[in-house]
């Protein structure tokens, strides 16, 4: 019988070794925020590219329209949507938390929020050319909550990369979508249907294969 060689500790020198490699690397890291801090911070540059899109859009009669119930019901509804999409997705970036019931209230809220501009009064139309501009704008202004919210997911180091990806874009297009509501001076429901709704259908599968694709990858483990 052979003895195997131990370190004084009374371990085998392989384990040592093996715990020297892990902790070569290692640097101490800051404690991440509570889910709800990191909402609310995120909540707040979302609400940055609201008051950008409500200064800075074509909609010169916004006063007026706030004071119209549906209008700000459509636009409470999307960035309601937008904030249990985030919290869904800064949830489930911790291993072994699940997202609970966010990812259900985003779906609803977004679902009510993209229908309710039908209860308001029939407008006129917008042309082709202001449609696109309104289709290439919710990507636009969705574009700094999605990357906020990819660096805070990334940070929780997410094992389910997909999941988180998904509820990011989804949040980032909502608040593009609400952003584009307050600057649009356009409320026919035609133009509201073709050049806002569905592009922010297509905006959010997009973002989201983006961010689950970027997630994954930076979780998968390096190739020797």
Known sequence: MTLRRTS???LPPLHDALVARLTADARPVR??????L???????AAATVLAVAASAGLRQDLAIALGRPVYVLEIALLVAAAAS?????????????DAGQAPLAAAVLACLGAAAFVLEP????GTVLAGVRCAACIAMF?????????????RAAPLGGRAAGTYTGAAAVLVGAAAVRLACPIDGHLHLLAWHVTPAVVWTVLFSLAGATWLVRRRAPARA
């Open 8 to 10: 004084p500790g009374g």
């Open 85 to 97: 999409a985030a919290t869904a997705a800064l949830l489930v970036a911790i291993p072994g938390r």
């Open 38 to 44: 990191r909402v609310a911070a995120w909540c707040g």
């Open 31 to 36: 404690r991440l925020w509570p889910p709800s």
């Open 142 to 154: 969705g574009l700094l909550p999605w990357v906020a919210l990819l660096f805070a997911v990334e």
């Open 122 to 125: 029939v407008a006129p139309g």
